[in-house]
Structures are given as structure tokens and as C-alpha cells.
């Protein structure tokens, strides 16, 4: 990245939290393993969409896929591709956002539970995580407005993007980091934890309309 960022943000339900400070941030199929979700229910979990949050037995929510309905996504994946696979690829991932920005995009869509913004090191997590980690210059979870085309060469290895960039792309920053390990949330990766409550995003959805009514 040309200006790297200092810190990646992950949102989470509040309600996930003591799993997270316990077993690190996860990806949906380490967090069904973990839960001991039996071996044929997971396979499916993984490769269909979630039309709603999943609490599992041991308490930990997963949040739902509603952005990505099969028959919008199968329009933006690339050939040799079904929504099936997409939604298994996506699956074994840790998201994270670059900019505070595109995180308070998502916290506006969840008003109605209180959050959790964890704020990790970019500079530890990419020394020792690095290897494990992927770039998306798209919104990879959303296939709704306009879709861009996906595949699997949209998710592209850190190294080789510090390298190349995005083969047969214009160059811009990553819209997306995510890596397919579990993120230890302790020191020196977790550097902050900001809880938002019911009361205070629905403040901040009221500021955010009040502006765009403004401007």
C-alpha cells in the first residue's frame, strides 16, 4: 500500500465478545467446528446463504449473508463458479476493514444490537500474520447495486499484491483484509475495544440521516 494504514477494524456483536478475548477473532467454519457443529450440518452452513444471524450452541451469533442472494451473485461470479463456492470460500476467512470508514457502513446496518469495533495493529498482524493474509478491492460480501464480477483470483495474497497490486485492475486500495487464520485478540495485535451500545448507534443513525437531509 502506498500509505498503509495503522489500525484494521473488525465489528462484532457484543454479545460475542468474551468468545472472541477467549479464542481469538475466528472464521464461520473454525466457530462451527468450535461449536461442534456435526460434520454434515456445517458442509451445509457453508455453502448457503445465511437469510439470518445463527446463534450456535455454545452462544456465538454469525452474522447473516442478506447482501448476497444466490441468484444476485451467481450474476456477478465468475465462470466455473457457483454461489455455493463463494459462500464456502468466504467462509474460512477473518474480515477486516482498512478504514474506519467502511466499518461505520456496516455498524449503521446492525442498530438494533449493540456492537463491538475492535481495533487491531495493522504493522503486527501483517509481520506475523502475513503469509495468511489476502486483499479484496471490493466489498467481497455484497453482490447487490451493480455487483462487480468476483472469482478467485479477486482475493489476492499479500505478498503478491505488495508486489504486483491487482493483476488487470486498477490500482487502488483495498476495499478488504482478510486472512485465513485465527487473529489472537491480545497484545500487540488488539489495540483498542469500543463498545456501542443500542442507544448510542441509534444517536449516530440520526446524526447520519440528519446530515444527508442536509447536505
Same mark, same amino acid.
Given at each position: 500500500?502506498?500509505?498503509?494504514?495503522?489500525?484494521?477494524?473488525?465489528?462484532?456483536?457484543?454479545?460475542?465478545?468474551?468468545?472472541?478475548?477467549?479464542?481469538?477473532?475466528?472464521?464461520?467454519?473454525?466457530?462451527?467446528?468450535?461449536?461442534?457443529?456435526?460434520?454434515?450440518?456445517?458442509?451445509?452452513?457453508?455453502?448457503?446463504?445465511?437469510?439470518?444471524?445463527?446463534?450456535?450452541?455454545?452462544?456465538?451469533?454469525?452474522?447473516?449473508?442478506?447482501?448476497m442472494?444466490?441468484?444476485?451473485?451467481?450474476?456477478?461470479?465468475?465462470?466455473?463458479l457457483?454461489?455455493?463456492?463463494?459462500?464456502?470460500?468466504?467462509?474460512?476467512?477473518?474480515?477486516?476493514?482498512?478504514?474506519?470508514?467502511?466499518?461505520?457502513?456496516?455498524?449503521?446496518?446492525? @442498530?438494533?444490537?449493540?456492537?463491538?469495533?475492535? @481495533?487491531?495493529?495493522?504493522?503486527?498482524?501483517?509481520?506475523d500474520?502475513?503469509?495468511?493474509?489476502?486483499?479484496?478491492?471490493?466489498?467481497?460480501?455484497?453482490?447487490?447495486r451493480? @455487483?462487480?464480477?468476483?472469482?478467485?483470483?479477486?482475493?489476492?495474497?499479500?505478498?503478491?499484491?505488495?508486489?504486483?497490486?491487482?493483476?488487470?485492475?486498477?490500482?487502488?486500495?483495498?476495499?478488504?483484509?482478510?486472512?485465513?487464520?485465527?487473529?489472537?485478540?491480545?497484545?500487540?495485535?488488539?489495540?483498542?475495544?469500543?463498545?456501542?451500545?443500542?442507544?448510542?448507534?441509534?444517536?449516530?443513525?440520526?446524526?447520519?440521516? @440528519?446530515?444527508?437531509?442536509?447536505?
Open positions: 500500500m502506498s500509505a498503509q494504514p495503522a489500525r484494521l477494524y473488525h465489528l462484532a456483536e457484543k454479545s460475542n465478545l468474551p468468545s472472541i478475548l477467549a479464542h481469538g477473532l475466528m472464521s464461520t467454519e473454525n466457530l462451527l467446528q468450535l461449536s461442534n457443529v456435526p460434520e454434515p450440518e456445517r458442509l451445509t452452513l457453508l455453502r448457503t446463504q445465511r437469510l439470518a444471524c445463527l446463534r450456535l450452541p455454545n452462544g456465538v451469533l454469525i452474522r447473516d449473508q442478506r447482501p442472494p444466490p441468484s444476485a451473485l451467481a450474476r456477478a461470479l465468475e465462470p466455473g457457483k454461489p455455493a463456492d463463494w459462500y464456502a470460500l468466504l467462509n474460512g476467512f477473518v474480515f477486516f476493514w482498512p478504514s474506519r470508514e467502511r466499518l461505520d457502513r456496516l455498524l449503521a446496518a446492525y @442498530a438494533d444490537r449493540a456492537q463491538v469495533v475492535l @481495533a487491531f495493529d495493522y504493522a503486527s498482524l501483517l509481520r500474520f502475513g503469509d495468511r493474509a489476502f486483499l479484496s478491492p471490493i466489498n467481497s460480501g455484497n453482490a447487490r451493480k @455487483a462487480a464480477k468476483r472469482g478467485r483470483g479477486t482475493l489476492v495474497a499479500y505478498d503478491d499484491w505488495i508486489r504486483h497490486g491487482w493483476p488487470g485492475r486498477r490500482q487502488r486500495k483495498p476495499a478488504e483484509i482478510l486472512f485465513a487464520s485465527t487473529i489472537p485478540a491480545v497484545a500487540p495485535y488488539l489495540l483498542e475495544i469500543e463498545h456501542v451500545d443500542i442507544p448510542l448507534q441509534a444517536d449516530r443513525n440520526a446524526r447520519r440521516r @440528519a446530515n444527508v437531509t442536509a447536505n
